[in-house]
């Protein structure tokens, strides 16, 4: 096996499961679809929530002192970098280019180009929260690294099968846009089977663990988003994943 055939499998499993979404979609009645948004909110919540028990880490403990308040430092500080680099909007914008590039191309004229608002704002909705589901916790990051490190690639076999039927639900609902979510797979995950190639076995299990429970609380807004109970901006606070193990090992340092 060569290294990235994880990733590769997952981006490969997010675009069947789109497409078998799609195809089945739309003879879904509008409330069905909903349902199942609901039910995908319902389980990201769940999802966020198992990935925050990494707070309880022993290690994680150990060299943060107080965890928590280093999870809640960095989504703060990554939230503040997030919104002045205006991330979120920014990814709704690549998602809207994207749709347009895609349905020029498919239409091959120029008179196509421009989709309605309504099937734009449907389109980068299911590339946003998708990329944020399929690109946050534990699998995505664990998984990745341990492909770079030469450990296997069980972690993201595990999740390419769990991401085929969550991209398969959300395309029935969200159409296409989760489609190109597989983009955004691709490049997280090569980047951090990258960073694994790199840093061998030095990164340390409270670092991990310090993204883990981020990552968590971030996917928890990503269910409140899918329910439609507030509209978090999720994107924007990205960069907290980031300050997360700067600021464990800066505590650590410092102790």
């Known amino acids: 096996m060569f290294t990235g055939l994880g990733t590769l499998l997952n981006v490969v499993a997010i675009l069947i499961g789109s497409a078998l979404g799609v195809l089945i979609g739309h003879r879904l009645p509008e409330r069905t679809r909903g349902t199942v948004t609901d039910a995908l909110g319902l389980v990201t919540l769940v999802i966020g929530a198992l990935n925050v028990v990494a707070l309880l880490d022993d290690p994680f403990q150990e060299a943060a002192g107080a965890p928590l308040l280093v999870v809640l430092g960095a989504l703060l500080i990554g939230g503040i970098v997030g919104s002045l680099l205006n991330i979120e909007h920014r990814l709704e914008q690549f998602g809207g280019w994207l749709q347009r590039t895609l349905v020029r191309r498919s239409a091959g004229s120029a008179e196509t180009a421009a989709p309605d608002d309504s099937g734009r704002g449907r389109f980068v909705e299911g590339f946003v929260d998708a990329s944020l589901v399929f690109c946050i916790g534990p699998l995505a990051i664990l998984g990745s690294l341990s492909d770079g ?12 099968t769990l991401d085929g039927f969550a ?23 090569g980047l951090f089977t990258i960073l694994g190639a790199l840093l061998g076995s030095f990164l340390a299990v409270a670092l991990v663990s310090s993204i883990t429970a981020t990552g968590g609380v971030l996917l928890i807004g990503v269910g409140l988003r899918l329910l439609r109970i507030k509209a978090v901006p999720v994107g924007d606070m990205l960069p907290a994943l980031v300050v997360a193990p700067i600021l464990t090992a800066l505590v650590q340092l410092m102790r």
């Open 149 to 160: 490190l030469g450990r296997g690639i069980e972690q993201l076999a595990l999740k390419s």
């Open 167 to 189: 991209s398969l639900a959300f395309a029935a609902s969200l159409g296409w846009g989760v489609a190109a979510s597989a983009l955004s797979v691709g490049v997280v995950q």
